[in-house]
């Protein structure tokens, strides 16, 4: 999608592994989220960031960290990862929560597979 | 929204018929909806939203419904085509920090040329 670049699309990966995904954005965006998506659960937020440094958690954050040192970039790691972690993840960005806007959705990325073996 | 199961709902319907898709939400204070379409292999993305104090509101070829006393949503597709075919889900928000919103699990609707 424009303005956002997941890398990389696909990963295969070990149990106990450490991995770190990247989401990079040219929008300038404030708000930036991974969500990972699994059959029967639809999208669930992991972590969220509001700012350079400023990070909250979501629903599924155990096990998954993130850092967010640059307007443009959200890096998530799995410490160590685990078969329950073989998902797809989505990472999005969102302008503003200004309810003046008409549209405060999200923008996604194209995400990234990951499977642990 | 939210609905429990491993498998998506589905929806066929032939090509130039209208499409209804459904959306049960689970948060009564929720204030703003959007629904999104995926494809095979892409990310989500935004077809169109609508405010709690609004009832319907249309775009192009699409209408979103909403039932604020039954908590519902519902996508209308006009002249449903076969690049209409994707995954459809709702997401709500209470508009609150961090602008973070809920996902159903999705409608997979196949277009039947």
């Known amino acids: 999608d424009a303005g956002i670049t997941q890398s990389p699309r696909h990963k295969v990966t070990e149990t106990g592994t450490p991995v770190t995904l990247r989401c990079h954005q040219t929008?300038?965006?404030?708000?930036m989220y991974w969500y990972r998506q699994d059959p029967g659960h639809g999208l669930r937020l992991i972590h969220y960031?509001?700012?350079?440094?400023?990070?909250d958690k979501g629903e599924v954050s155990d096990g998954y960290s993130v850092s967010r040192s640059k307007t443009e970039d959200f890096l998530l790691t799995l410490e160590s990862a685990t078969s329950s972690q073989t998902s797809v993840y989505f990472c999005a960005i969102s302008e503003s929560i200004l309810r003046q806007k008409t549209n405060y959705g999200y923008t996604f990325g194209s995400g990234t597979r990951l499977t642990v073996v | 929204g939210e609905s429990v199961g491993l498998h998506l709902p589905t929806l066929s319907v032939q090509e130039g018929d209208n499409s209804i898709i459904n959306c049960a939400y689970s948060?009564?204070?929720?204030?703003?909806f959007i629904w999104y379409k995926q494809e095979s292999g892409k990310g989500p993305q935004f077809i169109i939203d609508?405010?709690?104090?609004?009832d319907k509101r249309q775009g192009q070829r699409v209408t979103v419904l909403l039932n604020k006393t039954v908590k519902h949503l519902s996508l209308q597709i006009a002249a449903t085509q076969p690049g209409d075919s994707a995954v459809y889900f709702c997401a709500e928000t209470l508009g609150n920090t961090g602008n973070q919103f809920y996902f159903g699990t999705g409608t997979s609707l196949t277009v039947i040329p």
């Open positions: 609508i405010r709690s104090n609004m």
């Open positions: 948060n009564s204070a929720s204030d703003y």
């Open positions: 929008e300038n965006h404030r708000y």
């Open positions: 960031s509001y700012g350079v440094k400023d990070t």
